[in-house]
């Protein structure tokens, strides 16, 4: 699809600069530009790359003034950065609104669809599944029965929804990812063996939550594994079950959560974190990368290591973790010390 600087510029309320008509119909670097082509200058290190580039329209702030001549198109804006990012948005839009129902595919007929769904070839949609306005369900995503989905989301190809979860308005979930698995329940029999236990709850995933790929959230054992709205979620991450993650918080990639565990809003999870199971985890809490949490922590704390404890006391530890090799020796030193020196006054 083409657009026109004239008809960025109503989008971003910008004003043109050079061809009201030129067109583009791709986004580039402002290294890369090429014709046919959109980019943006806001990092004052690039301004050379303005005069060179090939690219037919740039974006720019309003209080840029050029040197030298400029070939390219300009739409001058009050933040570069800001409104290339809204026009990312708006790409992204245009090139996800797909509409209609590709073949092959199954829909039980107990199965409602809102207007302007976009179904793709081989997707499955079970029973009583109630799929809102605009969804968009790419090939091979299979929905079990009961399922809801709410207006505006994107279940991009390969996502497996199982029965009975809710998935709110305007949440996006990449391919591979799997929501209402069996959580990790299992009991011990008197010769060792262990039986599952039944999880017949479900997921609740709220509104504007986003999953990356090939993340597992389990089932609920009773009730209901939670996700807040706002919330996002990196790929390869496991929810187990019965957690509840609060709104707005970001969990980076292949996080383990174990089961029943309590996050609270606004908290930044680093990757490789794992958290043991039934523990509560206040408001806006940073937890560092590859950290590993065994204990409760309390509302604004950041902790790191493993078993995770307070950053402040982490890094106080951390001078003396580089020195131990050092610190041993000097021991040692004054061990042989000690016991010369007793063995001399026994003499």
């Known amino acids: ?49 303005l005069y060179e580039t090939n690219a037919s329209i740039a974006i720019v702030n309003k209080s840029f003034v ?43 007929d107990s199965a409602t669809i809102g207007s302007e769904a976009y179904i793709g070839a081989f997707a499955y949609i079970g029973a009583n599944v109630n799929i809102g306005n605009n969804v968009k369900i790419y090939p091979n995503v299979f929905i079990g029965d009961n399922v809801t989905i709410g207006d505006h989301s994107l279940l991009f190809a390969g996502v497996k929804i199982y029965s009975d979860s809710i998935i709110g308005a305007h949440c996006k979930i990449h391919s591979g990812a799997i929501i209402g698995a069996d959580g990790f329940g299992f009991a011990p029999d008197a010769s060792g063996a262990y039986t599952a236990i039944p999880q017949i709850g479900n997921v609740i995933i709220e509104d504007h939550v986003d999953i990356g790929a090939c993340a597992t959230i389990d089932r609920a054992t009773l009730g209901a594994t939670i996700i807040r709205s706002g919330v996002k979620i990196d790929n390869q991450i496991q929810i187990a079950h019965n957690v509840e993650i609060g709104k707005n918080t970001v969990i980076a990639s292949q996080t383990g959560i174990a089961g029943s565990t309590k996050i609270g809003e606004n908290c930044m999870i680093g990757g490789q974190v794992g958290i043991s199971g039934h523990l509560s985890i206040g408001n806006h809490v940073k937890i560092l990368a590859q950290a590993g949490v065994t204990k409760n922590i309390k509302d604004n704390e950041i902790v790191n290591g493993t078993p995770a404890f307070r950053l402040k006391d982490y890094n106080k530890s951390a001078v003396y973790f580089k020195n131990l090799p050092d610190l041993a020796l000097k021991i040692n030193q004054l061990e042989k010390e000690f016991t010369t020196q007793k063995s001399i006054s026994n003499e």
């Open 66 to 108: 050029p040197e030298k001549e400029v070939k390219t198109t300009l739409i001058k804006v009050e933040d570069a950065y800001k409104s290339f990012s809204k026009l990312l948005a708006f790409f992204n839009t245009v090139k996800n609104n797909k509409v209609g129902r590709e073949t092959p595919h199954f829909i039980s």
């Open 1 to 49: 699809m083409k657009f026109t600087a004239e008809q960025i510029a109503e989008i971003l309320e910008g004003e043109v600069v050079g061809n009201l008509a030129a067109e583009v119909s791709k986004l580039s670097k402002i290294e890369e530009g090429e014709k046919g082509s959109l980019t943006f200058l806001s990092n004052p290190k690039y301004t050379s790359f």
